[in-house]
């Protein structure tokens, strides 16, 4: 296992939710990672990254402001903060992490991502 997701859940509508992603030492090369997530017949959208040098976050204009992205090189333990949760941010979130290429401009495309979790279901009711 690359990337391990866990933390996701069921919770009302403006609780709070924290997700965890446990890196391997496949990823030890990366220069960024992310969280993307996926409802049923759509396509993954982009949540937020970070970069791993410097720390530098990127979100989604839906998050912005709700979400933390955040880092533990002593744990090799990325984290996504989701506070004032909405319906629709109903989901399965999976956490990514580049091969060591990914520059800020690309760090919001899947496809600079080679390495994934499994994904961890967030559930949130109205």
């Known amino acids: 296992v690359q990337l391990q997701a866990s933390g996701g859940g069921l919770v009302q509508a403006g609780g709070s939710l924290g997700l965890s992603c446990a890196e391997s030492?496949?990823?030890?090369?990366?220069?960024?990672m992310g969280w993307f997530r996926q409802v049923p017949g759509k396509e993954r959208e982009f949540v937020a990254a970070i970069r791993l040098r410097g720390g530098t976050t990127i979100y989604a204009d839906s998050v912005k402001g709700r979400f933390t992205i955040s880092r533990d090189a002593a744990k090799s333990t990325m984290y996504l903060q989701t506070d004032s949760l909405k319906p629709e941010d109903t989901a399965v979130y999976y956490c990514?992490?580049?091969?060591?290429?990914?520059?800020?401009?690309?760090?919001?495309?899947?496809?600079?991502?080679?390495?994934w979790g499994q994904g961890t279901q967030v559930t949130v009711s109205s």
């Open positions: 030492a496949r990823t030890l090369s990366s220069r960024a």
């Open positions: 990514a992490a580049d091969r060591g290429s990914s520059i800020l401009s690309t760090m919001t495309l899947q496809t600079s991502y080679y390495f």
